[in-house]
């Protein structure tokens, strides 16, 4: 089976439907600040916490991410950061990953 690269956000698109793909591209852009705010450790509790979703909104991000990422083996935002040679704030739409 051959892998090719597509931009993070055509394959939201593709796995997800636009509407649920703006949806994670808002949660991994606010897991990604947090980070860069705080470092490493971020999760969803915390961005609860910091008020940016409700605790049952959280928690459905991260299952529809780990749906939409699920070929890649991705748990977190984080874990698609370390793909990505740049988290600037077109990455999403420009950095290219390798889907199977």
Do not use: C
Request: hydrophobic letters at 45%; aromatic letters at 8%.
């Amino acid at each position: 089976m051959s892998h090719k690269s597509e931009t993070v956000a055509r394959v939201l698109i593709r796995r997800v439907g636009v509407i649920k793909a703006s949806q994670l591209m808002t949660f991994i852009t606010l897991w990604w600040i947090e980070e860069e705010l705080v470092g490493e450790g971020v999760d969803v509790e915390h961005l609860v916490e910091e008020n940016y979703f409700s605790r049952p909104t959280a928690f459905r991000r991260q299952q529809l991410f780990r749906e939409a990422f699920e070929p890649e083996g991705l748990k977190t935002p984080h874990d698609l950061a370390l793909l990505l040679p740049d988290r600037t704030k077109s990455a999403l739409q420009s950095a290219r990953i390798v889907v199977a």
